[in-house]
């Protein structure tokens, strides 16, 4: 099993920025995909960028420019350091953790509160 714990989440101003951790402990390797994804009220979660074997990355169209994901193996945590943020962040954000012949964890989410 894979458990995972966000930090990280908090209230700030239009143009701050934020850094969330996601903390992984279990069956997690630096090949295996993480991520997160975020939810708005009234909107379905969508990804917001994913991090890969070999440290490949993706990213929402929407943040790009703005937010990295990075991730350190040792640790086996992931990082999303969110610059520039606009006031249609605002979102619970959901990290995530994909591992062989597991189904995907995910973290409890964090609440990212962008003000105008």
């Known amino acids: 099993q894979v458990h995972l714990v966000e930090s990280g989440g908090g209230l700030v101003q239009a143009g701050g920025s934020l850094r969330l951790s996601c903390a992984a402990s279990?069956?997690?390797?630096?090949?295996?995909?993480m991520g997160w994804y975020r939810q708005a009220p009234g909107k379905q979660r969508a990804v917001v960028a994913t991090?890969?074997?070999?440290?490949?990355?993706t990213y929402a169209a929407s943040v790009v420019g703005r937010f990295t994901i990075s991730r350190d193996n040792a640790k086996n945590t992931a990082y999303l350091q969110m610059n520039s943020l606009k006031p249609e962040d605002t979102a619970v954000y959901y990290c995530?953790?994909?591992?062989?012949?597991?189904?995907?964890?995910w973290g409890q989410g964090t609440q990212v509160t962008v003000s105008s």
């Open positions: 279990g069956s997690i390797f630096s090949r295996n995909a």
């Open positions: 995530f953790a994909d591992a062989p012949r597991l189904p995907r964890a």
């Open positions: 991090i890969g074997s070999g440290s490949s990355t």
